[in-house]
């Protein structure tokens, strides 16, 4: 069974500073995906990024970058400048490519932004 | 476009009383899944749509929960006699296709469930 271990169930980050909020992973399968989404206070859950096991590039969006190492089975998330708006519950989930994708989650990093 | 709605957005009930909550995924999305979300279990997985066929029921926790989903659309998942311990907040996603890993789920805004 695959398992997302999230070690950082809080951290702070100084506005406008870039921040790692780490995730790794277990899996026997070769073919998974990597989710990061974001849950502020509001309760949704907000899709950040993605990164596919057969892809070489590690993937960014915008602020978001995921460092992506599979030999450690890692997929931490990097947020640069970070924001005010950026203080919410951060979680980490994995996807098997043959298993109807549900999503397993990992117990969350709660990121607050100082000002 | 419309993104994913659920309703009733909270729902309070006594013990051993049913609840349904309804799930509307985003037009067009063929898979829906349905997700708990509590102090003591993180989230969960519950079960999994492809169309109107749950192909994965695997996260159901106990046979008080069922769901079902119609003209591949809205999904009802329902609680029988309910326990404190399904006090929860329930989400509901849908994505393109259930057959690839890259598909992003789009979640809904929850319901929370508080059972008294």
């Known amino acids: 069974a695959q398992k997302i271990t999230q070690t950082q169930p809080g951290m702070f980050v100084q506005e406008k500073e870039a921040v790692t909020l780490d995730c790794t992973y277990d899996t026997s399968d070769q073919s998974y995906g990597l989710f990061w989404y974001k849950q502020p206070s509001s309760g949704e859950m907000i899709f950040l990024i993605y990164?596919?096991?057969?892809?070489?590039q590690n993937a960014t969006e915008g602020r978001y970058s995921l460092n992506f190492q599979k030999a450690r089975k890692s997929a931490n998330l990097v947020i640069s400048a970070s924001q005010l708006g950026d203080s919410a519950m951060y979680f980490c989930a994995m996807s098997l490519g043959n298993a109807g994708n549900m999503l397993t989650f990992g117990g969350g990093t709660r990121l607050m932004v100082k000002p | 476009g419309a993104g994913v709605s659920q309703s009733p957005s909270n729902k309070v009930t006594e013990k051993g009383k049913d609840v349904e909550l309804r799930c509307d995924p985003i037009?067009?999305?063929?898979?829906l899944y349905w997700y708990r979300q509590s102090l003591g279990q993180g989230l969960e997985f519950l079960i999994y749509f492809q169309g109107n066929s749950a192909p994965d029921k695997s996260g159901l926790p106990s046979d008080r929960f069922s769901a079902e989903r119609t003209g591949g659309s809205v999904s009802t998942l329902t609680i029988q006699r309910t326990q404190q311990e399904d006090s929860a907040v329930y989400l509901c996603a849908s994505s393109l296709s259930g057959t690839h890993s890259y598909n992003e789920q789009f979640f809904g805004p929850g319901t929370r469930l508080t059972v008294l």
């Open positions: 990164q596919g096991s057969y892809d070489e």
């Open positions: 037009s067009g999305h063929t898979a």
